[in-house]
């Protein structure tokens, strides 16, 4: 919450800095209105934490231009949008378009601006240099993995258009109206609002290409963000049609009656939708704590950080092992088998890389639980029971069944049929 108040708070500072008050104040009503704002001021996830920093870049450029030494101004958002991009590297999409406002809200000149636009980008560029070295190879390897070469997804484009749309398509269609009007009647900020109104599709176009609606409700707040002051220009702008005080204000409320509040009005229950989407694993956590203390070891999970997270005073989380990747040496064996989930995890892979490396570990009674819902990598729980079906060396002895936001389903907890720490059964590697 604190750091999407910080967000809402950097909002308010570059409209006002960059268009006026009433600008800001109908930027920031927007920003609030939205499902995804909200969600995220809830959601104790690294996603808030990303916004603000990169927000505080923007803020910290946007600042600058009023100032004859912008020096430190310039090196804060250098080091937030640095920040921003480790704490969450889909951040690294609105690099352009921080670079690019840069450049267009250089107080001297486009040259002059183009100067800072590369510095910014330079600087920041050899910081993400840096710590890509001090965080390692495997570091690297989870940045192109989670962003840079992310699987593509089952969603089709016309999807993720009508989610985007239902989310955040007022915003963006305002934010739109606003680059229209710039270049009607205020050429002098008609390519910085053209920047902001295409900052706001970024994240649709980019989830797009790659087929996913996998964290779109998230993403979409943030190229909200950008399109919001361009939409408290357009309706500052529309507010300003008399110069009688009295026609302002009845246009102001007009304005609030036919945009603001009908963008506001489905973001509440949007928001509730998106906080109920996951199952309530409650009764899940009570079971499979209980069953851990008769079968020790290693257990697979999918989507292993929920019971990770809570059962987490009594097991480590080297105990834990996910459905997107594994390797396995077997007992006795030199041969280490495994990979990646990535591109199977929609259907069954049981000859594949990591189906192998399940089958191997399940023959060996590796795990001592596993607990799957058929979801994220239904493909390759599919590929896992498979083999539990083949060898026989795991039994069920839970099944709970739960609801969330897409329907209902079954939590399915199986036990080796061996209890307890009997001899060798292969590690990691």
Known sequence: MGFMLGATCMLWGSTRSLFGLRA????TALFTAIGSTQFLGALATYDAMGLFLLTLSVRLVIAAKDRDDSTLLLVGAIAALALANATKYATGLFDPVV?????????????AGVGRGGLIATCTVGLIALLLVVGGPLYLAGLEFSTL????????????????????????AVAAVAAAIAWWRDRRHAGLLTVLAIAGLLVLLNQARIHTTVSLLKHV????WFACIAAGYAIAMITRVSRHTWLRGAAAVAVAALIVLPAGAPGRAQANGFSSAWPDTTQLM??????????????????????????????????????????????GTATCLGGSGSGLTGKTSPSS????????????QYFGLILLSFG?????????????????TYHVVAAIPYSDGYGRGEFVVWARTSPGKAGPRGTSC
Do not use: C, M
Not at 353 to 364: D, M, T
Not at 376 to 392: H, L, M, P, Q, V
């Open 286 to 331: 009570a079971e499979f704590g209980k069953l851990t203390r008769s079968y020790p070891g290693v257990y697979l999970a999918e989507d292993l950080q929920v019971p990770g997270y809570y059962l987490e005073n009594h097991i480590s989380w080297q105990n834990w092992q996910g459905t997107w990747s594994f390797f396995y040496r077997p007992s």
């Open 376 to 392: 994220d990598t239904a493909g390759i729980d599919k590929a896992i029971t498979g083999a539990i079906t083949r060898y026989r």
């Open 221 to 224: 707040d943030f190229g909200a």
């Open 99 to 111: 670079i690019v406002i840069a450049v267009l809200t250089s107080p001297r000149g486009l040259k």
């Open 24 to 27: 800001a104040l109908s930027a």
């Open 149 to 172: 070469s992310r699987s593509a997804g089952g969603s089709s484009p016309l999807l993720v258009l009508q989610d985007s749309a239902r989310w955040v398509g007022a915003v963006v």
């Open 353 to 364: 890389p990591i189906g192998r490396a399940f089958a191997a570990a399940i023959a060996h």
